[in-house]
C-alpha cells in the first residue's frame, strides 16, 4: 500500500485456551505444508476440524492458498496518485458502518485508525484494478482479510481474492450472480428433491447476503468468520454455494413446516442464518455432499421450457469463477491478477452480448403478440432475429484471447 501499517493484525487470538498436543501437531503440518507450499496437504488441513487452529498460523497460510505470497514486490505499489474510482463515495459510506462486531474492547481511536486502513486497501484495489465494479458488502470481507493479515499483507490478498475468487461479484452488472443462485438450487434438487419441492416457489435471493459476502455480513463471532475462511480459502469458488445449501438442508424439519404456498414466510425464515451454526458439522457435511454431487453431475431444475440442458453446470460460463477455480487445486496459485483481468473482460463481454440476445427475442416476442402473429410465423421470427445478432457478432466483435 506504499506505507507501513497503522496497526498490527488482531493479535490476540480468539483462542483463549491453550492449544492440545493434538492441536500442536496439526499446526507443525500446517506449517509445513506452507514451508514446502504443498497445497493439497495445506487444502486438507484447512478443511479438516479446526481449520488452520490460530490466527498466527493462518497470516503464513492465506497468502498462499491465495497465491498472494509470492507478490511481495507489489508492497511498493502506490495508489494514492491513481485516478479516483467511481465507487468510492459507496466504500467510505460503508467503511464507515464497519467493525460493529468485531474486534471487541477497542477505543474509538484504534477503530477508527482500522477503518482508516480498510478504506485504504478496498481505494487502492480499486484504483489499480478499476475494472472491478464495488458492490456493499465487499467491505465486510475485506475487513476479515485485514484484521487477521494485518494491512500490508491484506493489501496483496484483497486483489487476488477480488479478481480470482469473487470476480463474477465485481462485473458491471449483478448477472454474475444468477447461476451462483441457480447452481444453489441445483445442488438442493439434487440432494433433496423435497425440500426442493417445497422451496419451488421462493427465488433464492434469499442467499446473496451470506454467499455475497462469504458470510461476513452474517457471522457475528470473529472466531467463527475466521475458521469459516479457512475453509472457504482452502476450496473453491462453488463450495460456498455448497456450505448455503447445506445450512439449508439443516433446517429442513423447520422449513417443511411452513406453507409451501406462502413464499414470503419462508423468505423471512431463509433470508436470516440460523444462530448458532454449528460450523464443524456445516463443513463436514458440505464436504461431504461437494464429493458425492460435484457441480458437473447436478441436475437442472425444472425451470421452463427456456431450459437447454439437464445439467445446471453447463449454463455456467467458462470464465466464471465457479469454473476457473474448479478442478485442479493449483489453479488459483497459478492464475495471475492479469488472467483475472482477462477472464472478467471476457465474462463482462459474454453477459453483455446475453443480455441484448434476452432484448431482442423479447422485442420480437411482443411485435408477434401485437400483431397477433401465428406461432410458427412467430417462431421463425425468433429464429431469424436471433441469427441476425449472431452473424453480426460474429462480424463486429473482436476476439479476446487469453
Given at each position: 500500500?506504499?506505507?507501513?501499517?497503522f496497526?498490527?493484525?488482531l493479535?490476540?487470538?480468539?483462542?483463549?485456551?491453550?492449544?492440545?498436543?493434538?492441536?500442536?501437531?496439526?499446526?507443525h503440518?500446517i506449517?509445513?505444508?506452507?514451508?514446502?507450499?504443498d497445497?493439497d496437504?495445506?487444502?486438507?488441513l484447512?478443511?479438516?476440524?479446526?481449520?488452520?487452529?490460530?490466527?498466527?498460523?493462518?497470516?503464513?497460510?492465506?497468502?498462499?492458498?491465495?497465491?498472494?505470497d509470492?507478490?511481495?514486490?507489489?508492497?511498493?505499489t502506490?495508489?494514492?496518485s491513481?485516478?479516483?474510482?467511481?465507487?468510492e463515495?459507496q466504500?467510505?459510506?460503508?467503511?464507515?458502518?464497519?467493525?460493529?462486531?468485531?474486534?471487541e474492547?477497542?477505543?474509538?481511536?484504534?477503530?477508527?485508525?482500522?477503518?482508516?486502513?480498510?478504506?485504504?486497501?478496498?481505494?487502492?484495489?480499486?484504483?489499480?484494478?478499476p475494472?472491478?465494479h464495488?458492490?456493499?458488502?465487499y467491505?465486510?470481507?475485506?475487513?476479515?482479510?485485514?484484521?487477521v493479515l494485518?494491512?500490508?499483507t491484506?493489501?496483496?490478498?484483497?486483489?487476488r481474492?477480488?479478481?480470482?475468487r469473487?470476480?463474477?461479484f465485481?462485473?458491471?452488472?449483478?448477472?454474475?450472480?444468477?447461476?451462483?443462485?441457480d447452481l444453489?438450487?441445483?445442488?438442493?434438487?439434487?440432494?433433496?428433491?423435497v425440500?426442493?419441492?417445497?422451496?419451488?416457489?421462493?427465488?433464492?435471493?434469499?442467499a446473496?447476503?451470506?454467499?455475497?459476502?462469504?458470510?461476513?455480513?452474517d457471522?457475528?463471532?470473529?472466531?467463527?468468520?475466521?475458521?469459516?475462511?479457512?475453509?472457504?480459502?482452502a476450496s473453491?469458488?462453488?463450495?460456498?454455494?455448497?456450505?448455503?445449501?447445506v445450512?439449508?438442508?439443516?433446517?429442513?424439519?423447520?422449513?417443511?413446516?411452513?406453507?409451501?404456498?406462502?413464499?414470503?414466510?419462508?423468505?423471512v425464515?431463509?433470508?436470516?442464518?440460523?444462530k448458532?451454526?454449528?460450523?464443524?458439522?456445516?463443513?463436514?457435511?458440505?464436504?461431504?455432499?461437494?464429493?458425492?454431487?460435484?457441480?458437473?453431475?447436478l441436475?437442472?431444475?425444472?425451470?421452463?421450457?427456456?431450459?437447454?440442458?439437464s445439467?445446471?453446470w453447463?449454463?455456467?460460463?467458462g470464465?466464471?469463477?465457479?469454473?476457473?477455480t474448479?478442478?485442479?487445486?493449483?489453479?488459483?496459485?497459478?492464475?495471475?491478477?492479469t488472467?483475472?483481468?482477462?477472464?472478467?473482460?471476457?465474462?463482462?463481454?459474454?453477459?453483455?452480448r446475453?443480455?441484448?440476445?434476452?432484448?431482442?427475442?423479447l422485442?420480437?416476442?411482443?411485435?408477434?403478440?401485437?400483431c397477433?402473429?401465428?406461432?410458427?410465423?412467430?417462431?421463425?421470427?425468433?429464429?431469424?432475429?436471433?441469427?441476425?445478432?449472431?452473424?453480426?457478432?460474429?462480424i463486429f466483435?473482436?476476439t479476446?484471447?487469453?
Amino acid at each position: 500500500m506504499g506505507r507501513q501499517d497503522f496497526l498490527p493484525p488482531l493479535t490476540a487470538s480468539w483462542r483463549l485456551e491453550p492449544l492440545s498436543p493434538a492441536e500442536k501437531d496439526k499446526v507443525h503440518r500446517i506449517l509445513r505444508a506452507c514451508r514446502d507450499r504443498d497445497l493439497d496437504e495445506l487444502r486438507g488441513l484447512g478443511t479438516t476440524e479446526g481449520g488452520l487452529i490460530e490466527d498466527e498460523v493462518r497470516r503464513t497460510a492465506w497468502p498462499i492458498l491465495l497465491g498472494s505470497d509470492q507478490d511481495q514486490h507489489a508492497t511498493n505499489t502506490e495508489w494514492s496518485s491513481l485516478p479516483g474510482h467511481r465507487d468510492e463515495h459507496q466504500v467510505e459510506l460503508d467503511v464507515n458502518r464497519s467493525f460493529v462486531y468485531y474486534p471487541e474492547d477497542e477505543t474509538e481511536e484504534r477503530r477508527n485508525d482500522r477503518k482508516h486502513e480498510l478504506s485504504g486497501v478496498i481505494i487502492g484495489t480499486l484504483r489499480q484494478h478499476p475494472i472491478l465494479h464495488y458492490f456493499q458488502g465487499y467491505h465486510d470481507i475485506v475487513q476479515v482479510l485485514l484484521l487477521v493479515l494485518g494491512a500490508n499483507t491484506a493489501a496483496l490478498a484483497v486483489p487476488r481474492l477480488s479478481l480470482l475468487r469473487i470476480r463474477d461479484f465485481m462485473l458491471p452488472t449483478m448477472s454474475g450472480t444468477e447461476p451462483h443462485l441457480d447452481l444453489i438450487k441445483a445442488i438442493l434438487y439434487t440432494v433433496d428433491p423435497v425440500l426442493a419441492s417445497q422451496l419451488s416457489r421462493t427465488q433464492p435471493f434469499f442467499a446473496l447476503s451470506a454467499t455475497l459476502t462469504l458470510y461476513a455480513h452474517d457471522i457475528e463471532a470473529y472466531g467463527d468468520i475466521a475458521r469459516l475462511y479457512d475453509f472457504l480459502l482452502a476450496s473453491e469458488a462453488a463450495m460456498s454455494l455448497y456450505l448455503f445449501a447445506v445450512i439449508v438442508m439443516s433446517r429442513k424439519e423447520e422449513l417443511l413446516e411452513l406453507e409451501a404456498d406462502e413464499p414470503e414466510m419462508l423468505l423471512v425464515v431463509l433470508s436470516k442464518l440460523p444462530k448458532p451454526l454449528d460450523l464443524e458439522s456445516l463443513i463436514r457435511y458440505t464436504s461431504e455432499i461437494f464429493t458425492r454431487y460435484p457441480p458437473e453431475s447436478l441436475s437442472q431444475p425444472p425451470m421452463g421450457s427456456w431450459s437447454l440442458s439437464s445439467r445446471a453446470w453447463s449454463r455456467v460460463s467458462g470464465d466464471s469463477v465457479l469454473k476457473t477455480t474448479h478442478g485442479d487445486p493449483h489453479k488459483l496459485a497459478k492464475q495471475s491478477l492479469t488472467d483475472g483481468e482477462l477472464m472478467f473482460d471476457r465474462h463482462a463481454a459474454e453477459i453483455k452480448r446475453a443480455e441484448v440476445w434476452k432484448r431482442q427475442v423479447l422485442q420480437t416476442r411482443r411485435l408477434a403478440k401485437r400483431c397477433q402473429w401465428p406461432a410458427t410465423y412467430t417462431a421463425a421470427a425468433v429464429i431469424i432475429a436471433v441469427m441476425a445478432l449472431l452473424l453480426r457478432r460474429s462480424i463486429f466483435q473482436p476476439t479476446i484471447t487469453a
